[in-house]
């Protein structure tokens, strides 16, 4: 298993992610505003938000400022470096580190089709060499010296 003395980031319970879907979206953001908005779908006490938002930060996902004696909140990263985090952990724990085995896991369940897969390489390969996306070539032999 690959990165077994790194710290395991802690990962977000359902009231945690609600808070945190608000606090990407609407940075910076007070905790009666993230209250308020999260209201209709999962009402909390004053007490409570603000219990949440502590917890947050003290597992490292928003930070504080102050705005007179109000806390302002803002994510300490942004959505997709936690994902990017938390697939890397799961990754490690049930993959062994192999994103691959993960990625053929996920076509044999049909999370991915094939469609998709081919969408995404075309995409990773676009992001290191810097291509614009160009429609899949039709199908034709390969030249000598290609890869198939």
């Known amino acids: 298993m690959n990165n077994t003395h790194t710290k395991r980031p802690k990962g977000l319970g ?3 992610q609600m808070v945190m879907d608000y606090v990407w979206s609407h940075s910076p953001c007070t905790a009666d505003s993230c209250r308020e908005a999260l209201a209709s779908t999962r ?3 004053d007490s409570t938000i603000r219990t949440v938002l502590r917890r947050l930060e003290a597992k490292g996902f928003v930070t504080h400022g ?23 952990s799961i990754i490690d724990r049930f993959c062994g580190g192999s994103a691959e085995e993960l990625v053929v896991g996920l076509v044999n369940s049909d999370v991915i089709d094939r469609r998709q897969l081919e969408r995404l390489a075309r995409k990773i390969a676009q992001g290191k060499t810097g291509e614009k996306e160009r429609p899949a070539p039709h199908s034709r032999p390969a030249r000598k010296g290609e890869e198939s």
């Open 14 to 16: 359902e009231v945690e």
């Open 66 to 88: 102050l705005d007179g004696r109000t806390f302002v909140y803002r994510a300490a990263e942004n959505r997709q470096n936690v994902a990017i985090r938390a697939v890397k």
């Open 43 to 45: 009402p909390m006490k």
